[in-house]
C-alpha cells in the first residue's frame, strides 16, 4: 500500500477518534480494510484508538475488516446485536441512528438543506455476496 493511501485511512480514523470521544457520534467505523491493508494497519489504528482512550471492535464483511470505535461498552453491544440480523453494507439504514447519521437528517429538516450520506467505495457497489 502507497504511503497516501495509508494515511488517507489513518487521517479518517482519527478524525472518527475525535467524534467518538467528544460524543458527537456513538460509535464510528475505520476505512474497510483489505487483508492486506488490515495487516499493515491494525497496528497503528488502534493506536490512534488506544491513544484517546476508545476501543475498537474488529468485524469483519465482504472480506475486508472494519473497525468498530466506540467509547461505551453498551455502544459496542447495539452494534452487536444489529450485526446479529444485519451486514452494515447491505443494511447501511440499521446502523444510521447508531452512527450518528439520524442528526444530520434532522438537521436537514431544522436547515433544509439536502444532504446525503455517500458511500464511496467502489467495493461497497461492486461487492460479491459469499
Known amino acids: 500500500m ?3 493511501k495509508a494515511s ?19 460509535i464510528a467505523l475505520t ?4 487483508e492486506n491493508e488490515f495487516s499493515e494497519l491494525k497496528e497503528l489504528n488502534e493506536k490512534i484508538i ?5 476501543h475498537v471492535y474488529w468485524d469483519t464483511t465482504y472480506e475486508h475488516h472494519i473497525g468498530v470505535i466506540y467509547k461505551y ?10 450485526r446479529q440480523n444485519f451486514n452494515i453494507i447491505d443494511h447501511f439504514e440499521a ?30 457497489f461492486n461487492k460479491q455476496k459469499n
Request: glycine share 4%.
Open 73 to 82: 461498552n453498551e455502544s459496542l453491544q447495539k452494534y452487536i446485536e444489529l
Open 50 to 54: 488506544h491513544e484517546n482512550q476508545l
Open 8 to 26: 488517507y485511512y489513518l487521517g479518517m480514523t482519527f478524525a472518527f477518534v475525535e467524534c467518538v470521544c467528544n460524543d458527537a457520534k456513538e
Open 2 to 4: 502507497n504511503m497516501n
Open 31 to 34: 476505512h474497510p480494510l483489505s
Open 95 to 124: 446502523f444510521k441512528s447508531l452512527l450518528g447519521y439520524d442528526i444530520v437528517y434532522q438537521m436537514n429538516g431544522y436547515t433544509k438543506i439536502n444532504t446525503t450520506v455517500v458511500q464511496s467505495e467502489d467495493w461497497l
